[in-house]
């Protein structure tokens, strides 16, 4: 009881802080569209996707990667 009570008043401490934000809620909106130009970017340009560009069907990525988890696990 007392735990759920403790609770609810840090939720509503926060939620009303938030919705009385003037500055504070461009900033978030700033931070948040920049989050996501940046995984966006990075998703794009450092991380391509190796195994739909080297390999044709699911068979054979199943087998790619099978066969490196294989190898690093017992490396000879």
Not at 52 to 73: G, I, K, M, P, T
Request: proline letters at 3%; glycine letters at 4%.
């Amino acid at each position: 009881m007392i735990k759920n009570f403790c609770l609810t008043g840090i939720v509503r401490f926060y939620l009303d802080g938030f919705r009385r934000m003037t500055v504070g809620k461009t900033l978030w909106k700033l931070i948040i569209i920049k989050l996501i130009v940046m995984f966006a970017i990075l998703k794009l340009f450092f991380f391509p996707n190796f195994l739909a560009e080297n390999f044709h069907n699911d068979q054979q990525r199943a087998d790619h990667v099978f066969q490196q988890l294989r190898d690093r696990q017992n490396p000879q």
